[in-house]
Antibody, heavy 118, light 107 residues
């Protein structure tokens, strides 16, 4: 059974940094591109970033480019999202997903809440 | 970016009924639309991709149709577990974008 378990979400002040993790199991992690999708409170879903199987290619939405870094450790079956210079508009539940090369999100974790507030 | 617009925002129905949820793209996305179900306390679930292809495990009462800019998710013979939020997402081009969601509630 595919399992994606996110962690690391906390309350943080604007301008600070935070790193999210996603522990994957139940599938061959190194064979699948991965992605982060977020959802602000009472809002819809928003793609954040994608990473290729090797980690050699990464893609970001414009609003997080230069501030967020997606990475992966295939030996540990873990996906990461380093978030720097956080803003209040980054407040959201962040979901780890298995990303299909045809650009849909095949499996999702249950999410971790990031709150950016002073 | 391709803008995705869902309608209605809210929908009330009873078990056994059929409902349809619409999704409109701001430009043609060919057949490349996915549908997801979101329920509290559960992981989001991919239901349909490429407009009409059911993801493994999706019950056959779910169906997707459409192409170009207009798409529909139809759920026939609603079951109690079908109530929740539904989102469409275009997967034709980068960046992938989602609709605003449709809340399917028990009447």
């Amino acid at each position: 059974e595919v399992q994606l378990v996110e962690s690391g979400g906390v309350l943080v002040q604007p301008g600070r940094s935070m790193k999210l993790s996603c522990a994957a199991s139940g599938f061959t992690f190194s064979s699948f591109p991965m992605a982060w999708v977020r959802q602000a409170p009472t809002k819809g879903l928003e793609w954040v970033a994608t990473i290729s199987t090797s980690g050699g290619s990464t893609y970001y939405r414009d609003s997080v480019k230069g501030r967020f870094t997606i990475s992966r450790d295939n030996a540990k079956s873990t996906l990461y999202l380093q978030m720097d210079s956080l803003r209040s508009e980054d407040t959201a539940t962040y979901y780890c997903t298995i990303y299909n090369n045809y650009r849909w999100f095949a499996y999702w974790g249950q999410g971790t809440l990031v709150t950016v507030s002073s | 970016d391709v803008q995705m617009t869902q309608s209605p925002s809210n929908l009330a129905a009873s078990p056994g009924e059929s409902v349809s949820i619409n999704c409109k793209a701001s430009k043609s996305i060919s057949k490349y639309l996915a549908w997801y179900q979101q329920k509290p306390g559960k992981a989001n679930k991919l239901l349909i991709y490429s407009g009409s292809t059911l993801q493994s495990g999706t019950p056959s009462r779910f169906s997707g149709s459409g192409s170009g800019t207009d798409f529909t998710l139809t759920i026939r013979n609603l079951e109690p577990e079908d109530f929740g939020l539904y989102y469409c997402q275009q997967h034709n081009e980068y960046p992938p974008t989602f609709g605003g969601g449709t809340k399917l509630e028990l009447k």
